[in-house]
Every structure is written in structure tokens, then in C-alpha cells.
């Protein structure tokens, strides 16, 4: 955890650092850290006053609630749900805003949490942290509001079953109690309550301290598909979530049903997502060197004569989507090689697998803000600084609800984290 070891080692057996010691120590890598103390807060919501005091007790209340009801959690989840309650509202600064409503002008910070998630995304890789803990933060981070959210609009069992596949249900719960005791508002009791009834129906409904609320689906795939490949299974298993996660069907039985109609031949698609020099297209021809590439790189260069030329982009996506749709037409394998950073880029490209019965992964490339810039300058075509800065400004950083599986890749080509597989135990690809 390079020369910030010691400080979350510490907080790890127990320390009780305050805001001071975390915007010293992580100051220079999160910069917004700095601007908490800038930005207001509505006064209905948050009496307390701006960002920075709230942040400031709600590190309190989450130090209260590790010395009594969450005693028991591991040294590495406790580190995970401080750092989470740290920069829970960390991008306030950048979508805070004055609005009118029936007359009244409020203070707002709307889609704050995805916001701050994509903000953190390189930036945490800085701190080299076990991954699964980065993912932990990145996670808690993105669904901070999610959980009350539920409640509120009496949701069904099956958005509680999905919320518990994107996080960790137990540290969201100790994260929304920490948020709504550091603050001053009026209706502060009714919405700790909520959060009370969040976790009885979690309970209820079988996700509270579950890893994964789809064990016994997944089991009862690897049973009845076992004569099949891993890919058919995955399909099969990714399938049957996504249609139970919007209410299409309520059993496993039912999802094996359906699947007869098209797991005895379906397209692969590869959607791939980082920031120019990640590394993305090295690792298409590392690792899937046998699947089709739709580059919309090389097809700007065919189009237009330059690969940076952008003055046809809507002529290249076009040719790139007729491209797509053909080989998925054909139940061929795909890569479609973009940066598709934004997620309605990359629900446009997902949308289509879907609708051609293709397995879908989404690679997403995970490296630090510096390793990014280093590798930028060492490309045969580097992009300027402005034009990086730009895309990570403008990342929007992926869940598991996106495709069938995730597939994360570090600095070295190496497989970070594997999500939404049926057989999780293995990697989908030869990552050479």
C-alpha cells in the first residue's frame, strides 16, 4: 500500500484519524478533498453547514458505530467503510448547484454518487489498496442513497437482490446509518428509520451478510447445464439475473426454459472500456486474437485518413454499428475496441449483443491516474495530456448490471477481479 501503509494499517487495528489527517495525507492525489470546505449544503437538509462538516461527523458517527454495532467486521472492510464515508459526497463540488422548486431556491447535488464513484476510479489505484477493497469503496461510494431509496418506494425483492450484487449490503447499511446521524435536519429520525427497514427487509429477503444472492441459482445452473461449455453457461446464468432483476421471471426453472431458444448457438461480444493507452487493443490481440475487431479508430482512419480526426464521427459510428450487427448476425465473436467511457456509449453497443442473444463482457481497464499519463507518452500515438484529462473526466465507471460479465485488467494485462461468470472460479479469456 506503498508510504500510506502505516496510516491505514493503523486504521485498520482501530484508529480513529480525523478529517485533517486524511486530507494531509491524501490531499494531493483526491484535490477535492480541499473543496469540501467550499461547497454549501441546502439548509433543510443539511443544517450542519457545507460538505466539509459533514463529512467531518459523519466520520465520527462511523468511528461510533465500529466500536459498538459493527464491532465484529474485518480489518479490511472497517478501512473499506471509513474510506467509503470519507469521500461519500466527494463530488459535490463539481454538481452542486442552485435550483428552484415551487418558488424556493435549494441547494442540490444531483447524480453525486455516480459521479464521485467515476472520480475515485483511477484516482483510488493511486493508494494501491487490495482490490476487492478499491471495489468495496467504489461501490458504497456509487450506492450511498440507493438503500433508502428502496424503502421509500416500497420496492419488490428483486431490487433488493440486485442492490446486493452491486455492494456490499451490510457496509451500505452502516454507511447510509453514519451519512443521516452526521447531519442536522428536521427529518432526521424518519430517515434513520428508513434505513431500520431497509435492513429488516434485507433480512427477509434473504441478502443481509450474503455475498452472493445468487448461490443457489448458480448452482442450479452448474447442475442442469453441466454437458455444456463455460460461455453457455454464462449466457444462460447472465440471462436468468438480468430477467429476474426486471421482473420477467421469478425461478431459475423459468430461465432454463427460455434458454432453449438460443444457447446451442449465439454471437460473442467483447465491449471494451478504459482510456486511450490503457492498453485495450494489446490485450484484444494478447488474449482474443481469434475474435472479430470493429475499431472505430481504424475506421476513422479509413474514413477520413487520420485516426484522430473527428469530423465524421457520426459516419464512423455508423459504419461501425452495420459492421457489429453484421457479425453478430452471423453468431461470430466481437470485440468492439472504443474507449466507451460513458455509459450510454456503452449501453448503445451492449443493447445490440442483447438483442442478437450474444454473451456479453464488458472489459474494463483499471489503472492509476499516473500510470495512464506514463503510458500516454510511451504510445506510438499518444493523445495529449488535455485530451486524457478529458476522458477521465468524463468516465463513468461501469457496474455488474451493464453485461453479463465484468472483466477487470490491471497495468500488466492482468485479471483484477471477474464478476457475473457462472463458474467464478476461473477467468474467461487466456490473459497471456
Given at each position: 500500500?506503498?508510504?500510506?501503509?502505516?496510516?491505514?494499517?493503523q486504521i485498520m487495528q482501530g484508529d480513529a484519524s480525523e478529517f485533517n489527517a486524511f486530507s494531509e495525507m491524501l490531499g494531493d492525489t483526491f484535490d477535492l478533498l480541499h473543496r469540501?470546505?467550499?461547497?454549501?449544503?441546502?439548509?433543510?437538509?443539511?443544517?450542519?453547514?457545507?460538505?466539509?462538516?459533514?463529512?467531518?461527523?459523519?466520520?465520527?458517527?462511523?468511528?461510533?458505530?465500529?466500536?459498538?454495532?459493527?464491532?465484529?467486521?474485518?480489518?479490511?472492510?472497517?478501512?473499506?467503510?471509513?474510506?467509503?464515508?470519507?469521500?461519500?459526497?466527494?463530488?459535490?463540488?463539481?454538481?452542486?448547484?442552485?435550483?428552484?422548486?415551487?418558488?424556493?431556491?435549494?441547494?442540490?447535488?444531483?447524480?453525486?454518487?455516480?459521479?464521485?464513484?467515476?472520480?475515485?476510479?483511477?484516482?483510488?489505484?493511486?493508494?494501491?489498496?487490495?482490490?476487492?477493497?478499491?471495489?468495496?469503496?467504489?461501490?458504497?461510494?456509487?450506492?450511498?442513497?440507493?438503500?433508502?431509496?428502496?424503502?421509500?418506494?416500497?420496492?419488490?425483492?428483486?431490487?433488493?437482490?440486485?442492490?446486493?450484487?452491486?455492494?456490499?449490503?451490510?457496509?451500505?447499511?452502516?454507511?447510509?446509518?453514519?451519512?443521516?446521524?452526521?447531519?442536522?435536519?428536521?427529518?432526521?429520525?424518519?430517515?434513520?428509520?428508513?434505513?431500520?427497514?431497509?435492513?429488516?427487509?434485507?433480512?427477509?429477503?434473504?441478502?443481509?451478510?450474503?455475498?452472493?444472492?445468487?448461490?443457489?441459482?448458480?448452482?442450479?445452473?452448474?447442475?442442469?447445464?453441466?454437458?455444456?461449455?463455460?460461455?453457455?453457461?454464462?449466457?444462460?446464468?447472465?440471462?436468468?439475473?438480468?430477467?429476474?432483476?426486471?421482473?420477467?421471471?421469478?425461478?431459475?426453472?423459468?430461465?432454463?426454459?427460455?434458454?432453449?431458444?438460443?444457447?446451442?448457438?449465439?454471437?460473442?461480444?467483447?465491449?471494451?472500456?478504459?482510456?486511450?493507452?490503457?492498453?485495450?487493443?494489446?490485450?484484444?490481440?494478447?488474449?482474443?486474437?481469434?475474435?472479430?475487431?470493429?475499431?472505430?479508430?481504424?475506421l476513422r482512419e479509413r474514413i477520413t485518413g487520420k485516426r484522430e480526426n473527428q469530423s465524421k464521427n457520426g459516419q464512423v459510428i455508423q459504419a461501425a454499428r452495420e459492421e457489429l450487427?453484421?457479425?453478430?448476425?452471423?453468431?461470430?465473436?466481437?470485440?468492439?475496441?472504443?474507449?466507451?467511457?460513458?455509459?450510454?456509449?456503452?449501453?448503445?453497443?451492449?443493447?445490440?449483443?442483447?438483442?442478437?442473444?450474444?454473451?456479453?463482457?464488458?472489459?474494463?481497464?483499471?489503472?492509476?491516474?499516473?500510470?495512464?499519463?506514463?503510458?500516454?507518452?510511451?504510445?506510438?500515438?499518444?493523445?495529449?495530456?488535455?485530451?486524457?484529462?478529458?476522458?477521465?473526466?468524463?468516465?463513468?465507471?461501469?457496474?455488474?448490471?451493464?453485461?453479463?460479465?465484468?472483466?477487470?485488467?490491471?497495468?500488466?494485462?492482468?485479471?483484477?477481479?471477474?464478476?457475473?461468470?457462472?463458474?467464478?472460479?476461473?477467468?474467461?479469456?487466456?490473459?497471456?
Amino acid at each position: 500500500m506503498n508510504k500510506r501503509c502505516p496510516f491505514f494499517t493503523q486504521i485498520m487495528q482501530g484508529d480513529a484519524s480525523e478529517f485533517n489527517a486524511f486530507s494531509e495525507m491524501l490531499g494531493d492525489t483526491f484535490d477535492l478533498l480541499h473543496r469540501l470546505a467550499e461547497t454549501p449544503q441546502d439548509s433543510e437538509w443539511h443544517a450542519e453547514g457545507n460538505v466539509r462538516i459533514h463529512t467531518e461527523m459523519v466520520l465520527e458517527e462511523t468511528y461510533k458505530l465500529l466500536d459498538k454495532d459493527a464491532v465484529d467486521i474485518e480489518p479490511e472492510r472497517r478501512l473499506a467503510l471509513i474510506l467509503s464515508a470519507l469521500f461519500h459526497d466527494i463530488a459535490k463540488p463539481l454538481t452542486t448547484r442552485i435550483r428552484e422548486f415551487d418558488g424556493r431556491y435549494r441547494t442540490i447535488s444531483p447524480g453525486h454518487e455516480d459521479r464521485g464513484r467515476s472520480y475515485l476510479a483511477n484516482k483510488l489505484m493511486e493508494l494501491r489498496l487490495p482490490y476487492e477493497m478499491t471495489q468495496n469503496i467504489l461501490s458504497l461510494v456509487g450506492c450511498h442513497h440507493l438503500h433508502k431509496r428502496l424503502v421509500i418506494k416500497d420496492s419488490p425483492e428483486r431490487k433488493y437482490r440486485k442492490l446486493a450484487r452491486l455492494t456490499d449490503i451490510e457496509l451500505l447499511c452502516y454507511l447510509g446509518q453514519a451519512d443521516m446521524l452526521g447531519r442536522t435536519c428536521r427529518d432526521k429520525q424518519i430517515q434513520i428509520e428508513y434505513i431500520d427497514l431497509f435492513r429488516l427487509f434485507a433480512e427477509e429477503y434473504g441478502v443481509w451478510k450474503v455475498s452472493d444472492p445468487y448461490r443457489h441459482w448458480l448452482d442450479f445452473f452448474e447442475a442442469e447445464l453441466a454437458g455444456f461449455d463455460e460461455d453457455t453457461r454464462d449466457l444462460v446464468f447472465g440471462n436468468a439475473i438480468r430477467d429476474a432483476e426486471a421482473g420477467k421471471i421469478f425461478t431459475p426453472e423459468e430461465a432454463l426454459a427460455k434458454s432453449y431458444q438460443y444457447r446451442d448457438s449465439f454471437p460473442r461480444l467483447v465491449v471494451m472500456c478504459g482510456p486511450s493507452g490503457a492498453g485495450k487493443s494489446s490485450w484484444i490481440h494478447k488474449n482474443i486474437p481469434d475474435y472479430e475487431i470493429v475499431s472505430l479508430d481504424d475506421l476513422r482512419e479509413r474514413i477520413t485518413g487520420k485516426r484522430e480526426n473527428q469530423s465524421k464521427n457520426g459516419q464512423v459510428i455508423q459504419a461501425a454499428r452495420e459492421e457489429l450487427k453484421n457479425h453478430l448476425r452471423h453468431h461470430r465473436k466481437v470485440v468492439w475496441d472504443a474507449t466507451n467511457l460513458r455509459r450510454n456509449y456503452r449501453n448503445m453497443v451492449i443493447s445490440f449483443g442483447f438483442d442478437y442473444h450474444a454473451l456479453v463482457t464488458l472489459v474494463v481497464f483499471h489503472l492509476s491516474e499516473s500510470e495512464l499519463f506514463v503510458r500516454n507518452v510511451q504510445r506510438e500515438s499518444p493523445v495529449s495530456n488535455e485530451v486524457l484529462h478529458r476522458q477521465l473526466e468524463i468516465l463513468e465507471w461501469p457496474d455488474a448490471s451493464e453485461a453479463h460479465r465484468l472483466l477487470f485488467i490491471g497495468a500488466e494485462g492482468q485479471c483484477l477481479n471477474f464478476e457475473g461468470g457462472c463458474a467464478k472460479r476461473r477467468f474467461p479469456f487466456p490473459l497471456s
